[in-house]
């Protein structure tokens, strides 16, 4: 079977999850943990970094941080993972959705200013995939309404927007280090800013809100997300070949277009906008129309043939938990709910081989033929 991820973890891992064996420091008072956020924000050209336990954290922890809640209005888009908008649900705002562009697959700016209203406070970008999001217009229409910025990077480490890097847009960014993500600590999670008082809010929202001089007194309701030691241990070392992995990222993709460029049932990413190339953080696959089997059966025949896939996002505004909330009633997001029903990535993960990639086309030419 070829796995869908499987992470590349290296002898300098080991050596310094050893060092937190050997010093007893496993908890999150250990010294990886600062260091970590150190590196990070300077990795990303952010002034501070406050490390969670994994990246749906860092989002609840991002919404939190601004006084943003019950009759406020978040604009994001419909294709994403849940824990965008768990978050700001989470605080009593309600979410505002955007579809997709269509060959992107990352939100369609240009829908968002029909959607602001009195009541939006922020938008919440997602970079999905491997493009990131076409910044330009946003942060004009942000700069225009005084809109805070929640950019969700967790795809996107390493990546960049006319050069900047992705994650030095939002007022708050969220990264995610689960496993297959660009640096991974098994689980784990990061929030970037520049400003200081969002910075303390996040430090104090992940430790329960404790207060420095009463310690058990609390104002305000935290949560407990801290990172541990050990995490941190593995961040700085995945950090370190950052560079090569992206570059081992792009090398793959690149290979996956040439294997799969002569099926034309297939929609394969786009290699390159005006404002990035493309990074595959996941090479993602749409189905065409004209194509007669769907994603899921698809991924079922793959399957059968030891090929591991996983299918695309499921639209927010289709999620049964969000519909019973009475949330996104009567809205369609077409392209949105195009890609999900036709949607799939194949293996990326970074320990993937030649070999492996070339088996993995060889199926799908034998399914799609
Ligand atoms: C992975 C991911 C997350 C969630 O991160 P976890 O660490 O799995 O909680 C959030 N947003 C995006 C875009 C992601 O890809």
Partial sequence: MIPVNEPVLGKREKELLATCIDTGWISSEGPFVKQFE????????????????????????????????????????????????????????????VDCDPHTWNMDVTQIEAKITSKTKAIMVV?????????????????????????????????????????????????SFYPN????????????????????????????????????????????FRMTNMQAALGIAQLERLDECVAKKRRMGQRYTELLSDLEALELPVAKTEYADNIYWVYGIVLRDEFSLNAKEVMQRMNQNGVGTRPFFWPMHKQPVFQKMGLFKGESYPEAERIARRGFYIPSGLA????????????????IK
Wanted: charged fraction near 25%; hydrophobic fraction near 45%; charge should be negative.
């Fill in 352 to 367: 993937l081989t030649d070999q492996q990639m070339e088996r993995v086309a060889n199926v799908l030419h034998e399914i």
């Fill in 38 to 97: 150190e590196e990070m924000a300077h990795r990303v050209g952010r002034k501070y970094g406050v490390a969670v336990c994994n990246g749906t954290a860092a989002l609840d922890v991002s919404v939190a941080a601004f006084d943003i809640g019950k009759g406020d209005e978040v604009i994001m888009p419909s294709f994403t993972i849940i824990s965008c908008a768990a978050a700001i649900i989470r605080t009593g705002a309600s979410p505002v959705l």
């Fill in 127 to 175: 970079h999905i995939y491997g493009l990131p999001v076409d910044m330009e217009l946003l942060l004009s229409l942000a700069e225009k309404h005084g809109l805070m910025i929640i950019e969700d990077a967790a795809e996107m480490l390493g990546q960049t927007y006319k050069g900047r890097a992705c994650g030095s847009f939002g007022d708050i960014s969220a990264f």
């Fill in 181 to 224: 993500k660009h640096v991974t600590t098994g689980e784990g999670g990061m929030i970037l800013t520049d400003d200081d008082i969002l910075a303390k809010r996040c430090r104090s929202l992940r430790n329960l809100c404790f207060q420095p001089e009463k310690r058990f007194v609390h104002e305000e309701l935290g949560w407990n």
